[in-house]
């Protein structure tokens, strides 16, 4: 199916949406939080879990952030040869991570909750100070005050939940082919590999459960809010097609063009996207 969405100043525009997004995630990513006043009771006994490296290194973050989503529309482009749902699952999360970014960054900077970790942050040799002045690297204490919520569950969720969405979608797991397993666990599998890197967050002293949960609900709220900006419900028969696709098919009939011929008309109904009945490679 050839691309219908155009190069515009809508499309322009969309880029440039996200590329300011992009911009302010990462120089927020630089900025102080909120230093929040800490009891010594709750310096002791609320943050003084032992220091750990992280299970889920940044990189490794990134590397399955990045790279799913990037596989996901090759896989569309490549083997489903529908160069319109891959250029718009990119748009969409795209867009999903930006806003997930932006707005978990925010409230973190806003909170600034410690770490559990904060104790050891602050104090490297365990002992503190009379005025509880922190002693340890500043740049570690800095860290220590953006434990809420998650950034790594909020970032996991958003990516792998819009992978999620995509592939219930394509498969049409909730709408016109209900009660196949395989479907099912195809489905649920980028869910299991989010909650894994987000219940890690706990195992390694990086986060409180209530970071994680709730930075596991932002992401995946913003990854399902963004899908739905391009594609037709999950429950629906259209499921897995790109509004672009029908909206495209629609404006045809609509300016009264007279360029859909049957034979385009047929290739149209053909299309695995639409209804599933010929071709279809998801079979």
Same mark, same amino acid.
């Given at each position: 199916?050839?691309? +219908? ?16 997004? #992009? ?12 230093? &929040? ?98 002693? $340890? ?31 219930? $979608? &394509? ?11 395989? &479907? ?16 890690? &967050? ?12 709730? $930075? ?31 909206? $495209?098919? +629609?404006?045809?009939? #609509? ?29």
């Amino acid at each position: 199916m050839p691309l +219908i969405r155009s190069a515009s100043l809508n499309l322009f525009i969309e880029i440039l949406i996200r590329i300011a997004l #992009v911009s302010a995630f990462c120089y927020m990513e630089t900025m102080s939080p909120f230093v &929040r006043v800490i009891h010594k009771s709750d310096l002791e006994s609320e943050y003084k879990y032992p220091r750990r490296e992280s299970y889920v290194p940044g990189s490794a973050l990134w590397a399955i952030v990045l790279s799913v989503p990037c596989l996901l529309s090759l896989l569309a482009w490549a083997a489903c040869n529908d160069c319109n749902d891959a250029f718009e699952l990119l748009l969409a999360w795209s867009l999903a991570l930006g806003l997930n970014g932006v707005l978990t960054d925010t409230v973190k900077l806003i909170s600034g909750r410690p770490r559990p970790d904060f104790f050891y942050r602050c104090f490297p040799d365990g002992i503190p100070t009379e005025d509880l002045q922190c002693t $340890g690297d500043p740049d570690d204490i800095m860290e220590g005050r953006k434990s809420f919520p998650s950034g790594h569950s909020s970032l996991s969720f958003c990516s792998l939940g819009m992978a999620t969405a995509w592939i219930c $979608g &394509r498969l049409g797991v909730l709408s016109r082919r209900r009660g196949s397993a395989l &479907r099912v666990v195809c489905c649920l599998a980028p869910l299991v590999v989010a909650s894994s890197v987000a219940l890690s &967050r706990s195992c390694d002293y990086h986060h409180h459960w209530q970071d994680i949960l709730v $930075g596991s609900l932002l992401g995946y709220s913003i990854a399902i809010f963004c899908y739905r900006q391009h594609y037709h419900p999950l429950s629906s028969d259209l499921s897995g097609v790109p509004y672009v696709v029908t909206n $495209g098919s +629609i404006m045809k009939y #609509v300016n009264g063009k007279p360029d859909i011929s049957p034979v385009k008309e047929k290739e149209l109904e053909s299309t695995p996207l639409l209804n599933g009945r010929k071709e279809d490679k998801w079979i």
